[in-house]
């Protein structure tokens, strides 16, 4: 509860209680001596004691009319506006969605500040607000927030009668920082939508480079998603082809035209329905170019974490990363599980282990694209595509997958069972071998060693790609559904 909210309503209280008193102390000697003149140093006192009430009755009248502005729980609605730079007043939860029962994606402590992107929203007695923290994006209740930089201009009270008003030019929104280079912060442009911040860039590289930085660890990573939890362990982020790329937390890099972003957009369903039941059921995701979208096309239910992205028209891509980085000599085995399911030739998951700070954004060089680099030459990349269904083990920038056999898709298939069941999810690892060759499990169903080692320092993306897959035809369900993320 806000201090200052508790401490108005208790002030407008000792008001009343004042001027109570007051009223009978001013009352109470006309009446004990109502039968005799009062002295005039008693009528003084009276006359004062009358103003001070008036004085008071003032003060309350200014309360009660500021009235409308209190909020529910003691909390201080303020006026707030979109583009508006705010202030914490209190430790303050931020919520992925506009409810109290939203996922919490961190608490923040009084007076950090943040810019105002969507809003209002209403639910469970309090007024929310999407907010772009320096950290994360998400929703607050606007009980705690203040306004420290207003976007709209109050209109003047005094205009001067010879010379015409014009209107004040709306406070430029704050500049984001680009963490990998904090001296020189990025240019914002205006959104074409309030929801998602943006900055406009021509480097190919700044397209491509991650935002947030990832933590050194020697120790063993292992995250099994056990009781939902674990999501909050990773890093996200979303790429549109030729509309833009945007990690959670960070203002969306904006790089294409207006046609393009026009065009951007997309409905489909995700497994598991809203109540996480089996994944037949499922749920409503959408993205589009004023809305990413990151943190409800990444979710987790019956102890696993699922990616999803539908026809967007283009070629997207989703990832999620351990905030950790790792090194060579600690980390010799990079392993997870997910599901095979044959969701068509233009929806595949790739995992891609590539040198520390390295590019998010890749692509297969069959795909390249001018808005997208290639697969860093040191980088490895094991998954079920882009061949729709099939194996690519890459290293040394060469595909060296040798046997071409698919893992669904004909009756030759390497794993019939789990291409058939989503809840099926099978195990992979890339183990370095310490002689210049790694072995790459594929589903416990097939086994390679190929050249190669990994990095001396490495990050790891688990990524879903997207090729407008409806062309291929509806899958139930646009999902991947990962597990056992681990580095040893």
């Known amino acids: 509860m806000n201090t200052s909210s508790r401490l108005t309503g208790f002030g407008a209280i000792t008001i009343v209680t004042l001027i109570m008193g007051l009223s009978v102390y001013v009352v109470a000697p006309g009446i004990a001596r109502a039968e005799t003149a009062p002295s005039s140093n008693v009528q003084t006192q009276i006359a004062q004691l009358l103003e001070l009430v008036k004085s008071l009755q003032a003060q309350i009248a200014i309360l009660m009319a500021g009235n409308s502005e209190i909020g529910p729980e003691g909390g201080h609605d303020h006026a707030i506006h979109v583009g508006d730079t705010v202030q914490t007043t209190d430790t303050l939860k931020v919520r992925s969605s506009p409810s109290t029962s939203g996922n919490l994606l961190g608490i923040l402590q009084p007076k950090t500040e943040g810019k105002v992107v969507s809003g209002p929203q209403s639910a469970n007695g309090y007024t929310w607000w999407q907010v772009a923290y320096q950290t994360f994006t998400g929703w607050s209740a606007s009980n705690w927030l203040k306004v420290v930089t207003s976007a709209v201009t109050p209109p003047s009270t005094t205009p001067k009668p010879t010379e015409p008003q014009t209107p004040t030019k709306p406070a430029d929104p704050v500049k984001p920082t680009d963490p990998t280079n904090p001296t020189n912060p990025t240019s914002p442009t205006n959104p074409t939508s309030p929801n998602v911040p943006q900055t406009s860039t021509t480097d190919q590289n700044s397209r491509t480079l991650p935002n947030s930085t990832t933590v050194p660890t020697t120790a063993p990573y292992v995250e099994n998603f056990t009781g939902n939890s674990g999501k909050d362990n990773f890093r996200y982020g979303v790429f549109h082809a030729g509309v833009g790329f945007q990690e959670l937390g960070y203002a969306a890099r904006i790089w294409g035209d207006n046609n393009a972003q026009n065009g951007h957009g997309g409905h489909w369903t995700a497994d598991h329905d809203m109540n996480c039941g089996l994944p037949d059921t499922q749920r409503p995701l959408s993205s589009s170019a004023s809305d990413f979208n990151i943190d409800e096309i990444f979710f987790v239910c019956r102890d696993h974490l699922m990616s999803s992205v539908g026809d967007v028209d283009g070629y997207s891509i989703a990832w999620f990363s351990p905030k950790a980085s790792f090194n060579r000599t600690n980390h010799k085995k990079v392993s997870w599980d997910v599901n095979v399911t044959n969701l068509g030739g233009r929806q595949w998951w ?139």
Not at 459 to 465: A, F, N, P, R, S
Request: with cysteine; charged share 15%.
């Open 350 to 488: 790739e995992v891609s282990i590539v040198p520390k700070g390295g590019h998010v954004v890749q692509t297969a060089d069959w795909n390249a694209r001018g808005d997208l680099l290639p697969y860093d030459v040191a980088a490895i990349v094991v998954g079920n595509g882009p061949f729709g269904g099939g194996i690519n083990i890459t290293t040394n920038g060469k595909n060296q997958y040798s046997g071409w056999e698919p893992i669904c898709g004909n009756p030759f298939a390497l794993d019939p069972a789990a291409c058939a069941d989503k809840m099926i999810r099978r195990p992979f690892s890339v183990t370095d071998n310490n002689n210049g060759t790694l072995t790459v499990n594929f589903a416990g169903v097939y086994t390679q060693t190929v050249p190669g080692r990994l990095p001396e320092q490495f990050d790891v993306y688990l990524t879903d790609h997207n090729y407008t897959p409806d062309k291929d035809g509806v899958p139930a369900g646009h999902t991947w559904h990962w597990d056992s993320v681990r580095v040893e």
